[in-house]
C-alpha cells in the first residue's frame, strides 16, 4: 500500500493534472498500483510451482526442504487469496456505484481495476490448485521410494529365511544327527544354501519383483 501511495505521490509532482480530477481519481491511482503490484508476485509464485515440479519428479530421496518449500508456497498463496478476495468485494460494490463519493463517470475506471484484481483471485485459486497437486505428486513419490525400499528389504529378508533355516538345523550339533561327522557335509550345506539362494532370486526375476518384466504381462502378437 505504501509503495502504491508513493508511486502515486511520484506522478502527482510529474503530472499534478491528475489531481484536479478529484479525490475519487487519485484514490483510483493508488488501487490500481496495489492490483499492479500483484503481478511480480504472480510472476514469482509462477516460477516457484514450476521449480517445485521439477525437483518433485527427480526426487531420489525424501526431501523434507521440498515438503517445507510446499507448505510455505500454500501459506503465501492462501494469504493472497485471503487479501485479494477481500479487495475484490469493496471493488465491486466501489464499481457498481454504491458510494456517493464515486461519481459515475469514474466507475468504469474502478471496473477495469476490479476486473484485473478478478484476474488476480482466478490464478491465486489456480496456483492454489496445482501446489494441492504438488503436495499429492510429493507423496506419491516420497510413498513409491519408500515401497522400493521395502520390497528390496522383502527380497532381502525372503532369501536369508531359508538360509537361516538350514544354517539352524545344522547348528544345533545332535550326536546322532545325519551328515554331522560328512566330510563334506559343510560344503554340501554350502552348495545347498548357494542353490537355494539362486533360486529363490531367479524366481523373482521371473515374477518381475527385482527388474525385468513381469511373467503376467502378455507378449506382443505376431
Known amino acids: 500500500m505504501f509503495r502504491s501511495i508513493n508511486n502515486v505521490k511520484q506522478l502527482l ?3 499534478p493534472i491528475a489531481c484536479q480530477r478529484g ?15 500483484y503481478s511480480p508476485v504472480l510472476d514469482d509464485f509462477d516460477d516457484r510451482i514450476d521449480k517445485l515440479e521439477d525437483d518433485i519428479f527427480t526426487l531420489r530421496r525424501p526431501n523434507n526442504q521440498i515438503l517445507s518449500e510446499i507448505m510455505d508456497l500454500k501459506r503465501s498463496v492462501l494469504r493472497l487469496r485471503r487479501i485479494s ?35 488476480v483471485v482466478d490464478l491465486a ?3 492454489r490448485d496445482l501446489i494441492s497437486g504438488s503436495l499429492e505428486a510429493y507423496l506419491s513419490v516420497v510413498s513409491n521410494r519408500l515401497n522400493e525400499i521395502m520390497k528390496v528389504l522383502t527380497i532381502f529378508s525372503a532369501v536369508m529365511l531359508p538360509l537361516t533355516f538350514i544354517a539352524g ?14 566330510r563334506y557335509g559343510y560344503y554340501a550345506v554350502w552348495v545347498i544354501m ?3 539362494a539362486v533360486g529363490m532370486l ?8 527385482i527388474g525385468g518384466r513381469s511373467s503376467r504381462e502378455e507378449t506382443p502378437e505376431g
Open 125 to 127: 485459486e489456480s496456483y
Open 194 to 196: 548357494i542353490v537355494v
Open 85 to 119: 478476495g477481500k479487495q475484490m468485494e469493496i471493488l465491486h460494490r466501489m464499481s457498481r456505484g454504491e458510494f456517493s463519493l464515486i461519481p459515475e463517470e469514474m466507475r468504469p475506471f474502478y471496473r477495469d481495476v476490479y476486473d484485473h484484481l478478478v484476474r
Open 23 to 37: 479525490p475519487a481519481f487519485l484514490l483510483h491511482q493508488i488501487l490500481d498500483q496495489v492490483v499492479d503490484f
Open 202 to 209: 531367479l524366481f523373482f526375476k521371473k515374477r518381475g519383483w
Open 13 to 15: 509532482r510529474t503530472s
Open 169 to 182: 538345523v545344522y547348528g544345533m550339533n545332535f550326536e546322532n544327527m545325519p551328515e554331522l561327522h560328512s
